[in-house]
Each structure stands twice: as structure tokens, then as C-alpha cells.
């Protein structure tokens, strides 16, 4: 029998290597930060206009899209709108409800905030080729294994 030991390290093991990654991603390097400052706006407002700028979306499936309520999606569209970045219109068929639009301004911001968060950290090109090829695997694994979640909570990997 085990004491139970060997699951809780592994979990404490998960746990500390997720926090490596969001560090990597949302810590080091500031993207966020970055793509305000070359924006400027926030990185909520950019968020909302990288979504827009991929398809028009109504502005409920927008605060859907952004985890947000109506109010506050109105508040970021109208910024947006001022600034010449979006468009919102009548939707076809149901004149209450409004769709946004990126503007050509909006697309063209929406890329240059895109290539800045594509944009690899330095480390990365650091990784000798060996190791660049297990982080593919690695990631593509844990994609798929995510994509074929039927649960939509974190701990569904563990039946939780």
C-alpha cells in the first residue's frame, strides 16, 4: 500500500512547472505590457479588438468571448469605436441587436499586437534543437489532450 505520498508529489510537481509556464508567458517579457504601450490601451481593449479583427461578433457573443458583462463590453466598444478601431451596426434580421466591426485601423492594430505576442522570448532560441523538439512534443501533447476535454474545468484531467 501507499501512503499517498507519490500523488501529491506529482501534483505538487504539475503545480510548480504550471507556474513556470504562466511566469514564461505572462511575467517575463511583459507581451502584455508591450502591446498596451504600442497600442495604447489597455490590454482588455486589445483583447476585445484581436477578437473582432478575427470576425465580427454581435455584442453579446463579444462580452461572451471575453468573459465579461454587457455593460463593461459596451464601455471597451464604445473606447474602441472613438478611437476609429471598430464599427458597430444593426444586425440583419434583429435591429437590437449591434455587431462590431474592426475597421481597417482596428485590423491593421490588431496585427501589430498579434506579431508582438507572437513573438517567441529570447530563452526559446537558447534551447538546443533536442530540447526545442521535446517542447513541441510536450505542448502538442497537452493541446490535444485539452482539445479532447469534454469537462470544462481545470481539474477534469483528474476526474475532479
Known amino acids: ?3 499517498g505520498s507519490a500523488p501529491q508529489a506529482r501534483t505538487a510537481r504539475e503545480a510548480a512547472i504550471w507556474q513556470q509556464l504562466r511566469s514564461l508567458v505572462l511575467d ?11 497600442l495604447g490601451m489597455s490590454f482588455f481593449r486589445v483583447k476585445a479588438l484581436r477578437r473582432v479583427a478575427a470576425a465580427p461578433l454581435t455584442m453579446r457573443e463579444l462580452a461572451a ?8 463590453t459596451t464601455i ?7 478611437r476609429g478601431l471598430v ?3 444593426a444586425q440583419a434580421g ?5 455587431v462590431v466591426t474592426a475597421t481597417a485601423a482596428g ?11 507572437a513573438t517567441p522570448p529570447a530563452s526559446m532560441a537558447r534551447l538546443a534543437e533536442s530540447d ?26 483528474r476526474g475532479g
Open 132 to 157: 526545442l523538439a521535446a517542447l513541441e512534443r510536450v505542448v502538442a501533447s497537452m493541446t490535444d489532450q485539452d482539445a479532447d476535454d469534454d469537462d470544462d474545468g481545470p481539474s477534469s484531467a
Open 94 to 98: 434583429d435591429r437590437r441587436a449591434k
Open 76 to 82: 471597451v466598444v464604445g473606447d474602441l469605436e472613438r
Open 107 to 117: 485590423r491593421r492594430a490588431a496585427r501589430r499586437a498579434n506579431k508582438i505576442l
Open 1 to 3: 500500500m501507499t501512503d
Open 28 to 38: 517575463r517579457g511583459d507581451y502584455r505590457r508591450a502591446v498596451s504601450d504600442a
Open 65 to 72: 468571448a471575453l468573459t465579461t458583462d454587457a455593460s463593461y
Open 87 to 89: 464599427s458597430r451596426s
